[in-house]
């Protein structure tokens, strides 16, 4: 028997589409340092579902329910509203 976890995967999805929308060229004026990447997943997850699970199996299975078009839908509205957010405003200097 595995190890258990503690794991939201709403958060794991919303951190690699972050990623992925800040090096896309919709976005590539607004800094993707690692303070602003925290800062607007954070926004964003404030906006969203959790969805906790304790095993890899589960994981699995959450990821196969959250990566209908419906959800990543809703995740990318969260995040780019997050990234308008987080831009105005950013909460570091450079």
């Known amino acids: 028997m595995s190890k258990p976890i ?3 995967v709403t ?3 919303v951190q690699g589409l972050v990623r992925f929308l800040l090096h896309s060229p919709d976005y590539q004026t607004f800094c993707d340092c690692d303070f602003c990447q ?3 997943s954070a926004d964003a997850l404030n906006h969203l579902p959790t969805y906790y699970v304790s095993t890899s199996a589960a994981r699995e299975e959450a990821y196969l329910t959250l990566k209908t078009p419906e ?6 509205k969260k995040i780019i509203v997050a990234i308008h ?3 105005k405003k950013p909460n570091h200097t450079i």
């Open 6 to 8: 503690l794991l939201n």
């Open 11 to 13: 958060e794991e999805i």
């Open 38 to 40: 925290m800062n607007i």
């Open 71 to 76: 959800h990543i839908e809703l995740i990318n």
């Open 85 to 87: 957010t987080v831009g």
